[in-house]
């Protein structure tokens, strides 16, 4: 049985930079590998490499990739300009090679539903 462990994730800002909020003292599975500013900077996304996606701020959460099993963690996300979308990028390695090459490595996009507005 797979151990789970609490890790501490901890926002900071420097600067004139706004703090929007961190997830200190909440329980999270997997590290965070991605972050993404708003281009106002009024809001930020934190994104896990299991595919849990945290907003903060302004940003609007339009789903996560929880519960989804993934073959390859994620590595990257990406706002759309206007902020109202985007996207989760996960690298996939081939025989084991833990090196990005063009020749053993292929990047995907995973993108989380819309949810419509009634």
């Given at each position: 049985?797979?151990?789970?462990?609490?890790r501490?994730?901890?926002?900071?800002?420097?600067?004139?930079?706004?703090?929007?909020?961190?997830?200190?003292g909440?329980?999270?599975?997997?590290?965070?590998?991605?972050?993404?500013?708003?281009?106002?900077?009024?809001?930020?996304?934190?994104?896990?490499?299991?595919?849990?996606?945290?907003?903060?701020?302004?940003?609007?959460?339009?789903?996560?990739?929880?519960?989804?099993?993934?073959?390859?963690?994620?590595?990257?996300?990406?706002?759309?300009?206007?902020?109202?979308?985007?996207?989760?990028?996960?690298?996939?390695?081939?025989?084991?090679?833990?090196?990005?090459?063009?020749?053993?490595?292929?990047?995907?996009?995973?993108?989380?539903?819309?949810?419509?507005?009634?």
């Amino acid at each position: 049985m797979a151990s789970s462990s609490t890790r501490t994730v901890a926002v900071l800002n420097y600067g004139d930079v706004a703090y929007h909020g961190s997830l200190t003292g909440r329980r999270i599975q997997s590290p965070i590998t991605a972050v993404a500013v708003t281009p106002k900077g009024n809001g930020y996304l934190l994104v896990s490499a299991g595919g849990a996606v945290y907003a903060f701020g302004d940003v609007i959460l339009h789903g996560s990739l929880v519960g989804r099993q993934l073959a390859s963690p994620i590595v990257a996300v990406a706002l759309s300009p206007d902020a109202k979308g985007y996207l989760l990028r996960r690298v996939e390695r081939y025989r084991g090679s833990p090196l990005a090459t063009r020749k053993h490595s292929r990047s995907t996009v995973a993108r989380p539903v819309r949810r419509s507005s009634r």
